[in-house]
């Protein structure tokens, strides 16, 4: 089947079907013209692809992760060291945004949201800007 196929399929845009072949992840088979020939199995691959990056999977875990798919001898255990290693990004990630949200949050009360030009909360932002110029880091 041709990428529009494959695509409607997999669930994936042509587009991203066609970067996730440049980079090594799937190589469907070419048809005597040279097009693209996509099988059952790189549909499967496809969908399996969607899903680990939905998951929210780099390309580098997704390609050990089909390895390990397609590997019939490997040890679960490479598995989760993977999609734990994966929680705990995600769980950093979690706390930064939280802190985000906390600073923000604050800034917000502080703003009277009036018709003042003054703005603690793009104060707060030039401040930081000042700092990062000076080389430092602003308190998170």
């Known amino acids: 089947m ?3 196929d494959a695509a409607h399929r997999s669930g994936l845009p042509a587009k ?3 970067y996730y072949e440049e980079i090594g992840l799937i190589a469907p088979a070419r ?3 040279g097009y693209r020939d996509y099988s059952g199995d790189d549909i499967h691959r496809l969908a399996f692809l969607r899903r680990a990056r939905n998951l929210g999977f780099s390309i580098d ?3 050990q992760l089909m390895a390990l798919y ?3 001898s490997r040890a679960s255990h490479n598995v989760r060291e993977i999609a734990a290693a994966h929680v705990t990004t ?3 990630k979690v706390r930064e945004l939280q802190s985000m949200r906390s600073t923000l949050q604050k800034l917000i009360h502080a703003c009277h949201g009036d018709e003042r030009p003054d703005c603690p909360i793009l104060d707060d932002m030039a401040g930081a800007a000042l700092l990062s110029d000076r080389g430092t880091s602003a308190p998170a």
Do not use: S
Request: proline share 0%; net charge negative.
């Open 2 to 4: 041709n990428v529009g």
């Open 16 to 18: 991203t079907i066609r």
């Open 31 to 33: 048809a005597a013209n």
């Open 61 to 63: 875990d997704c390609r």
């Open 70 to 72: 397609q590997d019939r």
């Open 90 to 92: 995600i769980e950093e």
